[in-house]
């Protein structure tokens, strides 16, 4: 990928870094920044989230600040989802699309409390295409626009216990009473932090947006409280059983939504960039797929290998694969040709010089655990 | 500090090779095992199969890479070592018991190329 070719010293550092490096975590490039991969092991922090709870530094994300009273009218037109409608303190997900379906990002739009007044939060791989996007299609609706990326911190902490945590840690009563997708405005040293029940896990949790000082004490915080943190490795094995996307893998300007099988995320009763595309795309012109496949065997398909029918016809290739920690089994992503994604279709991959047969299943490989 | 052993020849791409007669068992060095995490997959050749000096011979899967066993002699393989297949974390808990091919030398002059303990310690800065 390109982060080889960021000189190191160019790369950039969360407000967390620091953190990171005294904890002996395994760090390396990743979009433009030096992350935590792992501090333990991939397994042990996965399995906490899944168990118990885990954090995650998430301040390489980008946020972008949208306000002004056309705000929502330009949202909507960038935006797959439909914002009309949707009440303050409500979370959506969807994505920004070329005018050919291609995919610029995909993202969250958080409706503030204020009136006319949104956040959106992007990937940090994206955060200048987005910004530079969304600065040209926002000429001639009438909003303002503040790419605060720099100055907000924010930790995801996720996992079952992840409630309970944000209560006893952080009092934030509050957390009890919020749905998953919804988010609510609180103080931390009299300054605002979001604090959102969202994530990439597929389990419970919360994401906390605050300024950078606040998320170092914040994680300190949680670190004394005995939560286990967590490396960008098992951020990929969470939130791949849990069959959400990953731009850049699932999703790119060759990966529209609906090849990727996100067309639920866009709605067609509204413009917006790429809808024609995409309509055609659901029209028949759809000509590749995104698939879970589930091999019979331990070998691991990853990104790059190739899917062939059993006959040996190549027909796609692996975008995600793991020998899943919480399901023992190995399986991935793959971008398939359409006649061949139907569920139970038999496919197999090649792994090296060997073929192992595998059979076409549900993306969602674990079962969430999500707030209701 | 990785382990490594004195009676061991070491090939640069992190291989071990122990030579009985004509036989030499190959398998990971500790350093390798530590660089690579947490094992869930051990890809083994079969048995009859022929391998060469410096040709990949299999792979070591961890959760989030794999990594190409390369074979530091030429010859035939004459055991796999089937008890990685259930249990690759073998290979992490014990780099040098957990061989992972008994090879039958073609060329046993190939040793000559490989590392003794001293060269590959230096090798990998330890």
Sequence with gaps: MSENLIPLEQLQKTCLYDSHVALGAKMSPFAGFMMPIQYDSITIEHNAVRQHVGMFDVSHMGEIFVKGPEAEAFINHIFTNDIRGFEPGKVLYGMMCYPDGGTVDDLLVYREYLANHFLLVVNAANIDKDFAWIQEHAKGFDCKLDNASPRIGQIALQGPEAEKTIIEVLGYKEAADLAFYTFCDVEYNGERLILSRTGYTGEDGFEIYTTNENIVEIWDKFLKAGVQPCGLGCRDTLRFEAGLPLYGDELSPEITPVMAGLGMFCKYEKDFIGKQALLDQKAGSLEKKLVGIEIEDKAIPRAGYPVETPEGEEVGVVTTGYHSISLDKSICFALVKKEYSALDTPLCIRIRKKVFPGKVVKKRFYQTNYKK | ?126
């Design chain 2, 1 to 126: 500090m990785s382990k490594i052993l004195d009676n061991l020849k070491y090939s640069e791409s992190h291989e071990w090779v122990k030579v009985e007669d004509n036989i030499a068992f190959v398998g990971v060095t500790d350093f390798a095992q530590k660089e690579m995490g947490d094992i869930t997959y051990v890809d083994m050749p079969e048995e009859g199969d022929d391998v060469l000096a410096g040709e990949e011979f299999g792979a070591l899967e961890s959760v989030k890479a794999s990594s190409e066993l390369i074979s530091p002699v030429s010859g035939t393989v004459v055991l796999v070592n089937s008890e990685l297949e259930d249990a690759p974390e073998k290979v992490n808990e014990d780099a040098y018991g957990a061989w992972i091919i008994k090879v039958e030398m073609s060329m046993p002059s190939e040793l000559d190329k490989l590392m003794d303990a001293a060269a590959y310690k230096k090798m990998i800065g330890e």
